[in-house]
Structure formats: structure tokens, C-alpha cells
DNA sequence: CAAATGATTAAATAGTTATTGAAATGTTGA
DNA sequence: TCAACATTTCAATAACTATTTAATCATTTG
């Protein structure tokens, strides 16, 4: 994983359609489900799917495989763990998380945000 | 953590300067840094960074605080968390669930808190 | 108060993304 | 082969995003 791949990863996920997609397909295990199953399923068409669709499987997120003549999609569930330990690494410097978890401090400094 | 919620922070993170800039927030710790030094440090013009850490900021992944004329922005570590925590939930539909959850291979930074 | 500094906001523009309907591709079974 | 079905691709358009320059706001200091 590097910085361009979890860009992409991550804008994969980053809309609304394609995050619950990728939601239901996680659920749905292994096996996946057929596009036609998962478009009636989110209440989109055929080729809203298909090109939302499009857009996880580049990011390496969802599998697709033919059977017969339906398409079975599946999350990728190490894709996914690759995705994380990316966001999650160098946390704090790579030193002791603590001092991140300590309250804010109420110093003289003006919260803006 | 909700669907509209973990959107927001996907799509703040799901950009080169925007992910970089958080990334360097997460090393700076919880001091974090000034914007000006942020902008030197990524190489861009202070409005281009304002835009980009006004997106992290509504998504609630980096706090601002203003000490003086700066205004130090740090990394929100906890919101961080929830995101990962949301995407790694009912995984597998809540099954046994080995690919995705087991602890990382190469590390223990699944947590960053 | 005025000047200087750090940062944000505004306006304009180029580039990207999502959505829709029509057409095309590929697969199965009569 | 032909007809039916599942899905994708294409083309057009609307909406959103990122970047730039100029202007504005806020804080400190002379």
C-alpha cells in the first residue's frame, strides 16, 4: 500500500452508492452477490452500478467473477486490512500513542474548531 | 459513526494533499503544527492548504486551535478511529471473520489510540 | 492607531465525477 | 441460429472539486 493506491482506495469508498455496496457485499461473505441481486438491493440501475462498480474493482476492493451469465461480486477482504494498516501506521511518530488520547489541554488558546 | 459520516471523512482523506497533510499531522503528534509551516511543508500555497484543511476539519479529522496570530492543527486520532472501527464492523456479517480481523501481520498499529 | 504578519475567504476557471437513457457485448437455452 | 437475459459501454449533461490570484479578517507590535 502506498499513497496513491489508498487515494484510491479510499475514493472508492468515499460515496455514498459505492460504500454501501461495498457494505452489503461484506455481508453477503464470500460468495458475493450477482449485479442484478445488488442493484435492485441499493435501488440504482444496471449502469449506475456497473460504474460504481467499476470504481471499486480498480481500487482492488471488490472481486468479480462470471457465472454463467450473471456476475458475482465479493468483497476483498485483505484489500480492505491493507487499507487500514495503511491509515493507521506511523501513528504518533511511531512513538507511544498516550499523549494523543491525553484531554485537550485547556490552555489561553481559543478552540476555532 | 454513520454511513453520511464515515462518507465525509472518506472523501477528506481520499486526496493526495489531503491525505498527505494528515499523515504529517499524525507524526507532528498532538502539538501538531502551524498552517504556514504545514503549507511550507507540503509545498503549497496557503489558500490551496486552508481548502484542503477545511475538508479535514468538517470531517472532523484534524482539531484547530489559534495560540497567538498561528493556528495549530493536529490530528484528531479518536475520529480517526471510529472511521477504522466503522469500516472493519460487520465484517463477514458478523461471523467468523479470520482474513479481515486478524491482528496485522507486520505490526500491532491497527490501533492507534 | 497604523503597519506587518499569519491565515482565511471570495471569485473565476479547469478538471473530475455521478447520473441518465440508448446502444452494444456476451451468455444461455429453445 | 435466434431470442431472451445480464451486464457493460457510450454519449451527454449536471454537479462537484481543486487551484489560482486578489481581497479580507485577525492578531501582534511599533
Redesign the interface.
Known sequence: MN??R??TS??A????TR??AF?VL????PTGLAAGDLAERLGISPPALSFHLRGLAQAGLVHARQQGRFIYYSAA??A??S???F?????????A?A????P?RKST?????
Do not use: H, K
Not at 109 to 113: A, D
Open positions: 499513497r496513491d489508498a487515494v479510499l475514493a469508498l468515499a460515496q455514498g460504500l454501501e457494505r461484506v455481508q453477503a461473505g477482504y485483505d480492505m486490512q487499507l487500514v494498516d491509515l493507521t501506521e506511523n501513528c504518533c511518530g511511531g512513538a500513542c499523549p494523543a488520547r491525553a485537550a488558546s481559543r478552540r476555532i474548531v
